[in-house]
């Protein structure tokens, strides 16, 4: 396609500016979450604590239940399309149920993704998805029934940016 010649000196003293009639968009919303503005909720509330690039050294709970819980990360990435990150990852045996089960400390390396715009929060992007990578295992005790949902779709955070921005 041949260049768009630029306008002359005189079109642009004699013709006044058109003036837009229309709402802009927000820059995120036009080239999407850039990482420096994606968020986890914690418990998959968005009305709850969130956090930019967390630390989770005093925990970020993944699940609204407690029985996933993040502790001591480490960010290796953390960008408009995932945050890939280190640490301990406390999972619930939910044994005999999920009150009475006992806690186990795991080596994790979780990956979020997926993250959604909610426009009831300032147009603020949020994951929706955790994939985990357990590199020294899962205890027996955590497979079968009793083993931890993996990928983690946080469907309350998609229901939230649905109803907001749909």
């Known amino acids: 396609m ?10 642009a003293a004699t013709s006044p500016a058109p003036i837009a009639t229309t709402p802009t968009t927000t820059p995120s919303a036009q080239s999407g979450p850039t990482g420096a503005d994606t968020y986890l909720a914690e418990s998959q509330d968005v009305n709850g604590t969130t956090a930019l690039k967390p630390d989770c050294q005093a925990g970020c709970p993944l699940s609204g239940d407690g029985t996933t819980v993040l502790w001591r ?5 953390w960008n408009g399309t995932e945050a890939v990150g280190t640490g301990t990852e406390a999972i619930d045996s939910c044994d ?7 806690p186990y400390d795991v080596a994790v390396t979780v990956t979020f993704s997926q993250p959604v715009q909610v ?6 992007w949020f994951w929706t ?3 985990f990578d357990w590199p020294n295992g899962l205890p ?7 083993g931890p949902t993996n990928p983690m779709v946080f469907a309350p955070i998609k229901a939230q940016a649905a109803q907001s921005c749909g």
Do not use: R
């Open 2 to 11: 041949p260049p768009t010649p630029a306008p002359s000196a005189t079109a």
């Open 73 to 77: 990360m480490t960010w290796q990435t």
């Open 96 to 102: 005999p149920n999920c009150a009475a089960g006992h």
């Open 119 to 124: 426009c009831v929060h300032g147009g603020q």
């Open 129 to 131: 998805h955790a994939s």
């Open 140 to 146: 027996a005790a955590l497979s079968g029934a009793n």
